[in-house]
């Protein structure tokens, strides 16, 4: 909780400092308002729904709105009753749902690699993309819910796993490929079928607890169902995303090669071509986390992470993929654990990305494209 107050700090002065320094007109004699830098990109898309809803033919959104599931945007309205600014309650949203998400990444942490919880959380806090958990967006949110379900996982406890992992299907997309990790994990894992067969215990009380899986795909289906009643179309969330954003199916290779011209061929601004260029990283990373949780039989996270690569890798091309490796829980303890095993390890690496912190924060609340 110390980390997680502490950056919030580090990251509210950033942005406030961007009102006053990057104003966009160089004569300006008055700041731009705080709460207008915290209202960028897809938050647009989320008040909209908090405020009008989906359908609303009276206040039609700029883009298809069906591509952005309701879990936050119901939230942001639940707290809009007692906090009159849209934006404020948005920001109040991921402040205490990331307080949530950092003390569970720290016990879940603790659990996998002992010692390890609070350089955990101070790797995610500083990653390059880290304010997209102060941001009126829904990770934080998400994780708030995602890693409490998987350290509830870990412990055997798969009736609370099965209901928070619904709750985060009910946030993103990304809830749907957790559901198949915790699949995976309860087939494979040590607290899971296979482990607690191996330990004496009766096949049937362990598959007792199987139904509690089916939560995510439930929230999900429930999603898709809304929809269709509204649509017609029992695949609007994927259409809006077509038609939004370009992320219909395509190869791996034609999806890096569009990715790879758009970030070298001059074809888009340069604040566009630096980040397909941190696109392509950030897949990569996920591509060699994948693997290694492989070639350690970490078999559900190597679902929940390669899930993620695989749906962000066959798109038109890379999209908003350093913003989904928040959500990357065991890279930051993995990270967490390599580093303490080695001394300067953690100083090599807050000197190098902590400052990709700082230009993310600056990029994103001045309007420019940041993941």
Not at 241 to 249: A, C, D, I, S
Not at 356 to 367: D, H, I, P
């Amino acid at each position: 909780m110390r980390l997680w107050l502490l950056t919030r700090v580090s990251v509210f002065l950033l942005v406030g400092a961007s009102a006053w320094i990057f104003s966009g007109d160089a004569n300006a004699k008055r700041p731009v308002p705080y709460l207008q830098r915290w209202a960028q990109w897809d938050w647009e898309h989320y008040q909209h729904i908090a405020q009008y809803g989906y359908f609303n033919p009276d206040h039609p959104g700029r883009v298809p709105l069906e591509a952005f599931f309701p879990g936050f945007p119901l939230l942001v309205r639940a707290v809009h009753v007692v906090v009159p600014d849209w934006v404020l309650a948005g920001l109040l949203v991921s402040f205490v749902a990331g307080a949530v998400a950092m003390v569970a990444l720290r016990r879940l942490a603790d659990l996998e690699a002992p010692g390890t919880g609070e350089r955990a959380v101070l790797l995610l806090l500083l990653a390059p993309t880290a304010v997209f958990l102060a941001a009126g967006y829904t990770e934080a949110l998400f994780l708030a819910f995602a890693i409490p379900a998987w350290l509830a996982a870990r412990r055997g406890r798969w009736w609370l796993a099965g209901l928070l992992a619904g709750c985060s299907a009910v946030v993103r997309v990304s809830g749907l490929f957790l559901g198949c990790a915790l699949v995976v994990e309860f087939l494979l894992g040590a607290s899971g079928l296979l482990g607690r067969v191996r330990a004496g215990e009766r096949v049937g009380r362990v598959l007792l607890q199987a139904p509690a899986l089916a939560f995510p795909f439930l929230s999900t289906f429930a999603y898709a169902a809304y929809l269709h009643a509204k649509t017609g179309d029992w695949l609007a969330w994927q259409h809006a995303q077509e038609k939004g954003w370009y992320r219909r199916f395509m190869s791996p290779v034609d999806t890096f090669l569009n990715t790879w011209h758009a970030a070298v061929d001059g074809l888009y601004p340069t604040q566009f071509a630096w980040m397909f260029r941190i696109e392509i990283l950030t897949v990569a990373v996920g591509v060699a986390l994948t693997g290694w949780l492989l070639a350690r039989r970490r078999w559900g996270e190597a679902t929940w992470v390669g899930l993620q690569v695989v749906a962000l890798g066959t798109s038109f091309w890379y999209f908003s993929v350093p913003r989904a490796a928040l959500l990357w829980w065991p890279l930051w303890i993995g990270l967490a654990a390599w580093s303490r095993r080695r001394p300067g390890a953690l100083t090599a690496y807050l000197v190098t990305v902590a400052p990709f912190m700082v230009v993310f924060t600056l990029a994103f609340s001045t309007g420019r494209w940041a993941g």
